[in-house]
Nanobody, 121 residues
Framework: QVQVVESGGDLVQPGGSLRLSCGASGSIFSMFAMRWYRQAPGHQRELVAQITKRGNANYTESVKGRFTISGDFDKNMVYLQMDSLKPEDTAVYYC???????????????WGQGTQVTVSS
């Protein structure tokens, strides 16, 4: 089994910063990429940022220059540093791990339970 757990969500004022953390554990054979998604009320879940095992990072346009994704694939950890936060960043943030397990070498997506980020004065 594979578990994915996020942490770090909080209430923060506009212009503030937060750092989200996510770790994957269990029967992991190989990690290929780790991603952060978010879902605001009434909106579809969207991909915020992704980092691959090779270190390639991609961001959705609305967070470029404000958010930074980093990863430690030896520890199966990913982080999202969020600066200059705006009210429109308010959402539940989900961690996604794209990996193959010891029981199924076909890469699959595993999800965390989500962590709430609220940007409000």
């Amino acid at each position: 089994q594979v578990q994915v757990v996020e942490s770090g969500g909080d209430l923060v004022q506009p212009g503030g910063s937060l750092r989200l953390s996510c770790g994957a554990s269990g029967s992991i054979f190989s990690m290929f990429a780790m991603r952060w998604y978010r879902q605001a009320p009434g909106h579809q879940r969207e991909l915020v940022a992704q980092i691959t095992k090779r270190g390639n990072a991609n961001y959705t346009e609305s967070v470029k220059g404000r958010f930074t994704i980093s990863g430690d694939f030896d520890k199966n950890m990913v982080y999202l540093q969020m600066d200059s936060l705006k009210p429109e960043d308010t959402a539940v943030y989900y961690c996604n791990a794209h990996l193959s397990s010891l029981y199924d070498l076909t890469p699959q997506d595993y999800w965390g339970q989500g962590t709430q980020v609220t940007v409000s004065s």
